[in-house]
């Protein structure tokens, strides 16, 4: 039974599902998720009443269902972070720039926040780019390499790498937030034409598998050290 008093990280760790109820309340369970539920909940959420009726409903209909990643080794969560989240980042990045460019070109003048959204957009896929390259080429080696061998030196020479990621995850995160707001909880406007709602409907999934992948990331893997 998930409580008040169950840090919202934790909570997700246990039933993975329930980051997509808060996502939709904009309670942060990546870089702010080491608070209790019940200091989460703010004015824009539902109660807490409400949230510990919804994740315990689902705690209950998804028993014993789907892999939990939180127990897989250091290798092969790394393999799972890189096949689910990398390569498919870096080929939507690639597919929706040329969306977001051309609402933004087109509709911009009816609806400014348009070229506020796309200068967000831009920012954020190219961090999120350079990130997950350093990921791959460098810190994930030093985590492999350090699981194998867990000596003083190596611990010393990851951790400033972690700390650097994390960072930029929190920056990712605000990205992410401002997007939610100039979108209006990415929700089209009644004369968005279908390339209009397609670029919402990408971002809102964009933000969904961004928040999965930094929860992984903070609360599970770099945890761990």
Same mark, same amino acid.
């Given at each position: ?5 169950? !840090?919202? #990280?934790?909570? @997700?760790?246990?039933?993975? =599902? ?7 309340? !904009? ?5 702010? *998720?080491?608070?209790? $539920?019940?200091? #989460? ?10 949230? $510990?009726? +919804? ?10 269902? *789907? ?18 989240y990398h390569i498919l980042l870096r080929e939507e990045m690639k597919n929706l720039t040329p969306?977001?460019? =051309?609402? #933004? ?7 400014? +926040? ?5 200068? @967000? ?20 080696? %030093?985590? =492999? +390499?350090?699981? $194998?061998?867990?000596?003083? /030196?190596? !611990? ?8 650097? %990621?994390?960072? /930029? ?24 034409? *279908?390339?209009?709602?397609? @670029?919402?409907? !990408? ?10 992948? @930094?929860?992984? +990331? ?8």
């Open positions: 039974m998930i409580t008040k008093e169950m !840090r919202v #990280a934790d909570i @997700v760790k246990e039933i993975p =599902k329930s980051a997509d109820i808060f996502r939709s309340n !904009r309670i942060d369970f990546c870089c702010g *998720g080491q608070i209790p $539920l019940a200091e #989460a909940v703010h004015d824009k959420s539902a109660s807490l009443e409400t949230l $510990l009726d +919804e994740i315990n409903s689902l705690q209950t209909e998804n028993a014993g269902e *789907g892999l939990d990643v939180q127990y897989l080794d250091n290798a092969s969560l790394i393999n799972y972070i890189q096949n689910k969306y977001v460019t =051309k609402v #933004a070109k087109v509709h911009g003048d009816n609806h400014p +926040e348009l070229i506020d959204i796309k200068e @967000v957009f831009t920012g954020l896929k190219n961090e999120l780019l350079d990130h997950t390259l350093d990921e791959d080429d460098t810190v994930f080696p %030093l985590v =492999k +390499e350090y699981s $194998l061998n867990p000596t003083d /030196e190596l !611990r010393a020479k990851l951790q400033p790498h972690i700390d650097e %990621l994390e960072t /930029e995850h929190e920056n990712a995160g605000n990205a992410l937030k401002r997007l939610r707001e100039l979108t209006h909880d990415f929700t089209p406007p009644l004369d968005a034409c *279908g390339t209009y709602r397609l @670029v919402f409907a !990408r971002l809102e999934r964009l933000e969904k598998d961004t928040f999965n992948h @930094v929860h992984l +990331e903070n609360n599970v893997l770099f945890k761990r050290f």
